[in-house]
């Protein structure tokens, strides 16, 4: 048995401790340096695979009214009302966007109708407030009154948003108002030719007369 003296006892301990100490510190390093290798390797693959990239799912809207190419259309989720009027190819030179959200967040399923400008039997634009900031948006369930077509002011290109109105019921529906005088109430519009029972259904809820 070796006898050593306090001071010997010490410096023994004191050792030790720094040689843990110091072995502590290499086995960390290495640890560290095999996760960075690891995250670097894992972000690399992602990089250089885009297949393997998470994407956001898509939406799918429906734009119409005074836009170039009315349709369906695949936008990203951070979309715009702005983008979706951009991909339908901006809008026409008779679009009032005036009356739009431009801003507001599309979503997915939503029915996006561009207002057109209206003019009085002058010719002269009518600026009306008659819609919301939301004015023209609408989602797969039924428009708000506040963004309903008034079908006794609508001229035949606004009325044509609707559907099945195409520009030859949107005329009858301009000359029966001409010969008729105003529509009374909604169910007055099935006096006009053409517009039955099933095609009233399909706009009623999209439609008003004041």
Known sequence: MFNFSNQEKITIILLLVLIIIGVGIVLNKSINREDNFIVNSASDITENNPAMQIEAPSVIIHIAG???NP???????TDRIVDAV??????????????????????????IIVPYKIYN??????????Y???????????????????????????????????????????????????????????????????????IKDLICVQ
Do not use: M
């Not at 019921?169 to 006096?191: P, T, W």
């Open 132 to 202: 919301n900031n939301e004015a023209s948006v609408y989602s797969s369930s039924a428009a708000s009154t506040s963004s309903k077509i008034n079908i006794n002011t609508a001229n035949a290109t606004i009325l044509q948003t609707l559907s099945g109105i195409g520009p030859v019921l949107s005329e009858r529906i301009i000359e029966y108002r001409n010969q008729n005088g105003l529509f009374g109430v909604i169910d007055d519009i099935k006096d006009v030719s053409g517009i039955g029972e099933k095609k009233f259904e399909g």
């Open 71 to 77: 349709g369906v259309y695949q936008l990203k989720p």
């Open 121 to 130: 039997d002058a010719g002269k634009e009518i600026n009306t407030n008659r």
């Open 86 to 111: 951009k991909i339908a190819g901006g809008a026409t030179e008779e679009a009032n966007l005036d009356l739009i959200n431009l801003a507001a967040l599309i979503k997915d399923g939503q029915k």
């Open 66 to 68: 005074a836009v170039k």
